[in-house]
Structure formats: C-alpha cells, structure tokens
C-alpha cells in the first residue's frame, strides 16, 4: 500500500549509528513504500540539516558516539525552528544514565512525539511510526 499525501511518498530521516539496525528498519520501511534518508554518523546530520527540512519524520537515536541524540535534537529544533517534522526516539535502553525511565512521556517532556525500542516487535514499531506519519 502506497503510503500517500499530497500525491507523494512519505519521506522518514534515519539517524543511528548501528549500520545493521539502520540498514533493517531501512528495508522494512522501503518496503512500506516511504522514502529513507539514513545517517550512521551524528555529524552528517549537522552538514546536510537542508535534508530535515522536508522530512515527514525523523528517528532518532538517543545514544551515539560524539553527538549524542539528545545535543542533535537540540541542534535539529534550533536549525529547523518551527518547521521542525514529528521525532520519534530509537533506543535499546529503557533507562537513561541517570536513571530516569525512557517512555514517551520521557520522549514528551523532551518536545518529541514519542520513543521505539529497537527490541520490539518490527510490526509494532511499523505501527507507532505510521501513527506519527
């Protein structure tokens, strides 16, 4: 099913530094019929923001090297101000180093939609991400 608006295909913005994981939710996305923009390195991000701006959601991982999601987030709503798409969180972790719990009020509390876990179902984190698009 063409995931369609406006005549035109939904376009999700992948950021995680696991090239297997990235490389994963790419095919089953693409699959799903959206167009997939991936970035395994944070600082990629920082180069190509014009590639954001017409993004229709981005995931985005919480802990990677030098840049981690958090600083992006704050760079990416700074960057793109109001024009900022719908974030979803990406992580394996369900607590954050200091302990606060990682859910979607966590992910609300934050200005973002909502968090997925890289250990759930794909259907399910098909599902959540469908929503938000």
Do not use: C, H, W
């Not at 997939?36 to 600082?43: A, D, G, H, N, R």
């Not at 959601?57 to 709503?77: A, E, H, Q, V």
């Amino acid at each position: 099913m063409l995931q369609q608006s406006e005549n035109r295909i939904k376009k999700i913005v992948l950021i995680d530094d696991e090239k297997s994981f990235v490389d994963l939710l790419s095919y089953i996305l693409k699959k799903e019929n959206y167009e997939v923009i991936s970035f395994i390195e944070p600082s990629e991000v920082l180069k190509n923001i014009n590639l954001l701006k017409d993004a229709d959601l981005i995931l985005l991982d919480l802990y990677m090297p030098n840049i981690d999601g958090f600083n992006l987030l704050s760079y990416i709503k700074k960057e793109l101000n109001f024009n900022t798409p719908p974030i979803i969180f990406i992580t394996n972790l369900k607590y954050t180093e200091d302990g606060q719990l990682i859910d979607d009020d966590f992910a609300k509390n934050l200005g973002v939609n909502g968090v997925i876990f890289k250990t759930d179902d794909y259907q399910k984190n098909l599902e959540k991400i469908k929503f938000f698009l």
